[in-house]
């Protein structure tokens, strides 16, 4: 099937950026509902960002909605979330995945290892 590798993640300063990259091998993601999900310790999987494979729907989680923002290359076979305004709050492990359902969204099943991000107060 696709394989998912995310990275980009690291530690940053409350207030500042950073951009995580998803890139897909196997298969083409172009026709394929992306998401991101991120999980603090001790915490549930909690819903990121959602684009459907047309761009015809993007919807964000509560808490990062108008801070962060997902799109996609599929010459690159890559999704990416752009991450802005970070709070300390936003520190979690994240993952993307495909989704079966863009709205609501429906993890397919297949998932990457993860990239750590870290918000410093």
């Known amino acids: 099937q696709v394989q998912l590798v995310e990275s980009g993640g690291g530690l940053v300063q409350a207030g500042g950026s950073l951009r995580l990259s998803c890139a897909a091998s196997g298969r083409t993601i172009a026709y394929y509902h992306m998401g991101w999900f991120r999980q603090a310790p001790g915490k549930e999987r909690e819903f990121v960002a959602a684009l459907s494979w047309s761009g015809s729907i993007v919807d964000y989680g509560e808490s990062v909605k108008g801070r962060f923002t997902i799109s996609r290359d599929n010459a690159k076979n890559t999704v990416y979330l752009q991450m802005n305004s970070l709070k300390p709050e936003d520190t979690a492990a994240y993952y993307c995945?495909?989704?079966?359902?863009?709205?609501?969204?429906?993890?397919?099943?297949?998932w990457g290892q993860g990239t750590q991000v870290t918000v410093s107060s």
């Open positions: 995945c495909v989704l079966v359902n863009a709205r609501p969204p429906v993890p397919r099943g297949e």
